[in-house]
Nanobody, 119 residues
Framework: VQLQASGGGLVQAGGSLRLSCAAS????????MGWYRQAPGKQRELVAS???????NYADSVKGQFTISRDNTERTVYLQMNNLKPEDTAVYYC??????????????WGQGTLVTVSS
């Protein structure tokens, strides 16, 4: 199973970016999908998550600013980030709890995509 993230980049404060993360491999089902971020010198933190039934959860710091969504057919999770601020600068990682064809459940991480917000 692999998670391939894309969509990061450099943006000015107030701008928007959309991150995507596609899962591939021997997948029976994907439970929760989410986005985490890690800023320099800080611990990795949950940004947002979405269940396979569409229930979402957001960090307080991004509520009303970021929107998470998923396409179960495409096995892809998205993070729409609006009104970006310099403090949103971080490496963003996607995460998925995957039930494999074998029936075993594992947690997987994408490779990380850098988001840099300039002031």
């Amino acid at each position: 199973v692999q998670l391939q993230a894309s969509g990061g980049g450099l943006v000015q404060a107030g701008g928007s970016l959309r991150l995507s993360c596609a899962a591939s491999g021997s997948i029976r089902r994907i439970n929760v999908m989410g986005w985490y971020r890690q800023a320099p010198g800080k611990q990795r933190e949950l940004v947002a998550s979405v269940s396979n039934s569409g229930i979402t959860n957001y960090a307080d710091s991004v509520k009303g600013q970021f929107t998470i969504s998923r396409d179960n057919t495409e096995r892809t999770v998205y993070l729409q980030m609006n009104n970006l601020k310099p403090e949103d600068t971080a490496v963003y990682y996607c995460n998925a709890e995957v039930v494999r064809i074998s029936g075993f459940k594992n947690n997987y991480w994408g490779q990380g995509t850098l988001v840099t917000v300039s002031s």
